[in-house]
């Protein structure tokens, strides 16, 4: 079955489904009588929270008449763990990812669908090479840099994937033959499971990969952690992970809750403009991206606002199809903050355009539409800020992808072959790529 | 998409005013309701698709529209309605997913029924592909009704669940991909 039948055959099962439901009522005045009751709720659990503070309070006040310490309101929902850079994580390494093993230098990969040979142990502690962005890279189940291989799981797929300060990793993951719902965890430097963040969420690391900023898709609490895999603070939040930034964590919010900047070190926060994505290392801008809210919503926005100032005002914006044509969304910003680095819109399929655009003033320095498409899944622009390193498509045409390389170009486009082209197994539009790169 | 404009108001609706009740609220409720009877059927089925189940999807439709009645003066004057209600629905959902121990609210009325699919009888491959749709994660399956049940662009539906339009192009994927190694497995 082609992956259009897919489609095809999934649609009309949804349309199926739905079309059996009928509606036998009025939902409007059970909407509107459940709403006047969830105000009556609310009005007397906040009469009841009320009493409490104030049977709290008064004991509280009491006794520290009489020379008791008073004991602290908790006035926010956040949570500041102390951070312990030498302990160790006491979490036994599992059978999912990072159960690693090391192999011996291995040749080019095979240029066919077989999972690769890897074998080996991991050296002690100490003696291993370290990983770095410029160096690691993922092919299929494994994790490579230099001359080391972490095997994780067998079937592995891994989505994305980021090299901490110390070495080690920060993964997501699914099983390709199993459940569809993605994984994240922190990996060791040598490759072993450290710390489990929770499934299909989302995920920030820090210029110097020293924090993770981290939200399970199944949890409504956002959690930083160190490189070692220890938990650092954590906070309740609507919000999602954006960027972090040293102690300044950046959750992303719509224009109901808007943004927030929240200091994991001292619990405290502020609040910024909606739709931050990213913010430049220096902490002086951050990003935005919306769409504009039209049926068509063929209109992505993006923006680059002073955080140094209290108003926080645009120091560019490209919005709508005269000024953002390509419909560039940011994702992070380059290593010394001249560029923002994201993708151009494609609708549909599972590929994407890589794009680069100049901070100051807003030009696209890379990618584009048409025959300016560059077809990859991951990215990131080198500390040199003028070094793309992609996992690319490289099928001709782009649609459906079939090959799969790890290239190294410049800004204009030059390009060199970092890690050999491979076969993707099933090609089609949705297909995913064997090589998957660093953020 | 199924996206259709606001209903025009209610010819001959009442704007007395009711013992307790604005003229305001009277009107705001007039409009809501119309708005509501408009478009139950298709919240409803969306509701189901979302939930997988008719008592789930009823409760998803009632606590959703009671926070879209709570700020209809505002939605009722966007130009999309029916996105910012599908948007509240999808939150919702997702937030009964987050909270295991949320009480499930019991709707005694039964508002929602389910009907003999009329289209095409339904087969054990159909039944396998509906079961796993019902067994992605809510916003995974979320992603795959929008986009293949409401037809919405990747750029629509990152808006309405409030993430990237790369995490809905990783979404889609892999539900597609895991649809094809099921059917695999079911086939062989």
């Known amino acids: 079955m082609t992956t259009p039948d897919q489609e095809n055959e999934l649609q009309a099962l949804l349309r199926q489904h739905a079309g059996g439901i009928e509606v036998s009522g009025d939902f409007a005045p059970v909407a509107i009588a459940r709403r006047r009751r969830d105000r009556r709720n609310r009005a007397v659990l906040g009469a009841a929270a009320a009493v409490a503070v104030i049977a709290v309070a008064v004991p509280t006040v009491w006794s520290a008449g009489r020379g008791t310490p008073p004991v602290p309101a908790l006035t926010t929902s956040s949570t500041s763990v102390p951070s312990s850079p030498s302990s160790v994580p006491t979490q036994t390494p599992s059978v999912t990812t990072g159960t690693g093993t090391v192999a011996p230098p291995t040749s080019a990969p095979p240029l066919t669908s077989a999972p690769p040979t890897a074998t080996g142990t991991i050296p002690p502690s100490g003696t291993a090479q370290v990983a770095t962005r410029g160096t690691a890279y993922a092919l299929d189940d494994t994790i490579r840099f230099g001359d080391k291989v972490f095997r994780l799981q067998k079937g592995t797929a891994v989505e994305t994937f980021a090299v901490l300060g110390n070495g080690g990793f920060v993964v997501a993951s699914h099983m390709s033959d199993g459940p569809s719902q993605s994984i994240m965890e922190i990996l060791s430097p040598g490759g072993r499971l450290v710390t489990s963040l929770g499934v299909s969420g989302t995920y920030a690391v820090s210029p110097d990969g020293s924090r993770v900023l981290a939200k399970s898709g199944d949890s409504d609490t956002v959690v930083v952690y160190a490189a070692d895999g220890s938990k650092v603070a954590q906070r309740t939040d609507d919000r999602q992970p954006g960027a972090i930034v040293g102690d300044l964590a950046y959750l992303t919010g719509d224009t109901t809750t808007g943004s927030l900047e929240w200091d994991v070190a001292t619990g405290t926060s502020r609040k910024l403009p909606a739709h931050v994505v990213a ?70 399929g599972f590929w994407f355009s890589a794009g680069v655009v100049r901070v100051s003033d807003g030009t696209v320095v890379l990618g584009g539409t048409g025959d300016r498409v560059v077809s990859g899944w991951t990215w990131h622009l080198g500390d040199d800020e003028s070094t793309l390193v992609i996992s690319r498509n490289t099928s001709k045409p782009l649609t459906p992808a079939a090959r799969n390389t790890v290239q190294r170009c410049t800004l204009a486009m030059d390009c060199s072959v970092l890690h050999p082209e491979i076969g993707l197994s099933n090609p089609s539009s949705f297909t995913e790529p064997r090589y998957v790169v660093p953020r | 998409m199924t996206t259709s404009g606001r209903p025009h108001r209610v010819e001959g609706a009442s704007s007395h005013t009711r013992q307790g009740m604005s003229v305001g609220n009277t009107e705001r409720e007039v409009d809501f309701s119309a708005y509501v009877r408009a478009r139950q ?33 505002h939605i009722s004057t966007v130009e999309s309605p029916d996105a910012y209600v599908r948007k509240v629905m999808v939150n919702e959902h997702t937030t009964w997913w987050r909270r295991a121990w949320r009480h499930r609210e019991r709707t005694d009325s039964e508002l929602i029924r389910v009907m003999d699919p009329a289209a095409a009888p339904v087969t054990g491959h159909d039944s396998e592909l509906w079961a796993h749709v019902r067994s992605l994660a809510p916003q995974q399956r979320a992603a795959v009704v929008l986009r293949y049940y409401e037809d919405l662009t990747e750029a629509q539906t990152a808006e309405i669940l409030g993430v990237s339009v790369g995490t809905v192009k990783s979404h889609t994927s892999r539900a597609i991909s895991s649809l094809r190694s099921r059917m695999k497995e079911v086939t062989s």
């Open chain 2, 41 to 73: 059927t298709s919240l409803a089925r969306f509701a189901y698709l979302l939930t997988g189940d008719p008592h789930s999807a009823e409760d998803l439709v009632q606590s959703s529209l009671a926070k879209v009645y709570g700020k209809w003066d």
């Open chain 1, 279 to 348: 913010v430049s290392p220096d902490r002086s801008r951050a990003a935005l991206q919306w769409f504009v809210a039209t049926d068509a919503m063929d209109e992505a926005c993006w923006a680059v606002v002073d955080l140094t100032r209290s108003t926080f005002p645009k120091t560019v914006e490209r919005c709508g199809a005269g000024q953002n044509p390509t419909m560039f969304m940011p994702t992070a910003f380059s290593s010394r903050g001249t560029y923002l680095v994201g993708s151009h819109y494609l609708d549909g």
